[in-house]
């Protein structure tokens, strides 16, 4: 019930946005994460937001990423800015321990997005 999309190909430097839209109502949920994955390498962590609003960051990202959500259109974002190669990885929004339902279909745990390309050449 995931869907992410605001991915695609930058310079060094500058600057995405990555939507994630849930499309169900949510009745209550622990964590909206977006978290990266690139080719032989385990997936990391970005940037977490709590169902009370508190945020963390991977160490990498701080200062340059900024997590959001909009509740009313069951949204979570990311802010991308000043961004490196580094960054270059497909990006998943996670949600963590969601329980909500969409017609007849009840959700209830973990759920993860397709993921989205980002791509920063230097």
């Known amino acids: 019930p995931l869907a992410e999309s605001g991915g695609g190909s930058v310079k060094a430097g500058g600057s995405l946005r990555l939507s994630c839209v849930a499309s169900l109502n949510i009745l209550s949920i622990n964590a909206l994460n977006w978290y990266r994955q690139t080719p032989g390498k385990q997936r990391e962590l970005v940037a977490r937001?709590?169902?009370?609003?508190?945020?963390t960051y991977a160490e990498s990202v701080k200062g340059r990423f900024t997590i959001s959500r909009d509740n009313a259109a069951n949204t979570v974002y990311l802010q991308m800015n000043s961004l490196k190669p580094e960054d270059t990885a497909v990006y998943l929004c996670n949600a963590d321990r969601l329980y909500g339902y969409s017609g007849v279909t009840t959700y209830d745990g973990d759920y993860w997005g397709q993921g989205t390309q980002v791509t920063v050449s230097s």
């Open positions: 937001i709590t169902s009370d609003g508190q945020t």
